[in-house]
């Protein structure tokens, strides 16, 4: 049985898009917080581009379709989902909630949409496990301690997460040059506990004069498609890539034997000026040629995107602020509605254009 449901009650009628939250969120952060969350890197055109792109994309109708016995159900791994939107991993959820990424799990389990828990989380990965009743995958970022991601790897599966997400487009952090602004830094009390005891690397900063990155420890440890097939060999866990945005990439990680592809730019918060990912998803897709399930994050804020997404080659879609809007503004209740949102914006628009299932959903149901 499912934990019992957050109430919604409390949820103002003018909530009527997950975009509504925003200034419920923004009203209850701090500056620095919101930098953090909100922000981009850079001057945040690939941020503001993943929304862009989306909203340029229109949708094609076909009328009079059999829509009885319709749902928007699907299996990943062998794993079951109630629809096809999962919440993204993001790091520090207590800087928004004080009970962070355990709220967040509870209204996961909710309305069961898959979670996935990032290495960073503000709550030990075991104590969400324990409270998790919908799939759980962790996202793992590769520490230059190799022996303690091993053990990060090893504790994950045992806690029972269903995948590995491997995050391959943040070998250094982005240049954020709003957090910077906001002197954003992480309050007391919001720490990543799941990399307590790690031996850690000379800090690096981003001020310019203080040193270079290259050749320095940091990037001579960055992780390569060595340590992918390490990974690969370490776990029996399905594995994810997350963070490809060319097609020879993808291509190489399906030669590696990776399970499932996530297209992501990491919500424009790496290297600003890529491409918006739902550009880039169908040359990945042609790639792919379906060998493995590919998933996309970025810019995913109405049930119509999470449609283009699917009809664009992706078989689930990913989010990150919008469910970090709802938990600052409402807590659990707040991301159970964000998911709740989406998915009834799916359904109208797989309603509206002729799809029963999501299989239905394909590229002629949009223009560009
Ligand atoms: C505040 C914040 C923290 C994030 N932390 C992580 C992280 O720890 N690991 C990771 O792989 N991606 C992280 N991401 C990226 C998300 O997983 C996801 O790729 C991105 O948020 C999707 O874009 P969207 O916010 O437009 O939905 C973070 C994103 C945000 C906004
Ligand atoms: C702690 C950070 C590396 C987490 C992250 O991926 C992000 O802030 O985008």
Redesign the pocket.
């Known amino acids: 049985m499912h934990s019992p449901l957050p109430t919604l009650q409390q949820i103002p009628a003018s909530i009527a898009a997950v975009a509504d939250y925003e200034p419920f969120a923004r009203e209850r952060m701090s500056e620095q917080a919101w930098a953090?969350m909100a922000g981009g890197a850079a001057d945040e055109l690939t941020l503001r581009d993943n929304c862009a792109a989306f909203r340029r994309l229109r949708l094609r109708s076909r009328a009079l379709q059999e829509l009885s016995g319709g749902h928007t159900r699907l299996e990943l791994f062998g794993q079951r989902f109630e629809q096809p939107i999962l919440l993204a991993?993001v790091?520090?959820q207590k800087l928004v909630h004080p009970d962070g990424e355990l709220a967040t799990v509870l209204a996961a389990s909710a309305v069961r949409a898959g979670m996935v828990v990032?290495t960073?989380a503000s709550v030990a990965l075991e104590e969400i496990a324990r409270s998790a009743q919908t799939p759980l995958w962790f996202q793992l970022?590769v520490q230059p301690d190799r022996e303690f991601t091993r053990e990060l790897v090893q504790r994950a599966e045992a806690a029972g997460y269903q995948a590995l997400v491997v995050?391959v487009d943040?070998p250094v952090?982005g240049l954020r040059n709003r957090e910077q602004r906001a002197g954003f830094a992480l309050p007391a009390g919001v720490e990543?506990v799941n990399l307590r005891g790690m031996r850690t690397l000379p800090p690096v900063t981003n001020r310019i004069g203080d040193g270079v990155l290259l050749g320095g420890p940091l990037l001579d440890a960055a992780p390569t498609w060595r340590d992918l097939a390490w990974l690969r060999a370490l776990t029996r866990l399905p594995v994810l890539v997350k963070g490809v945005m060319h097609p020879e990439d993808a291509r190489r990680a399906v030669a590696e034997g990776i399970d499932g592809i996530i297209v992501s730019n990491?919500?424009g918060?790496?290297l600003d000026t890529q491409p918006a990912t739902i550009e880039v998803l169908e040359e990945i897709a042609r790639a792919v040629e379906g060998r493995v399930p590919l998933l996309l994050d970025g810019g995913i804020r109405r049930g119509t995107d999470v449609f283009k997404a699917l009809a664009l080659g992706a078989r689930a879609v990913l989010v990150g602020r919008p469910y970090i809007f709802g938990l600052a503004a409402a807590g659990a209740p707040g991301v159970c509605h964000v998911v709740q949102l989406l998915r009834a914006e799916l359904e109208v628009a797989m309603a509206l254009t002729g799809c029963r299932t999501l299989a239905d959903i394909g590229p002629t149901r949009v223009s560009r």
Do not use: D, K, L, V
């Open positions: 953090y991993p790091a520090y990032s960073q970022y995050t943040a952090n990543a990491h919500g918060r790496t």
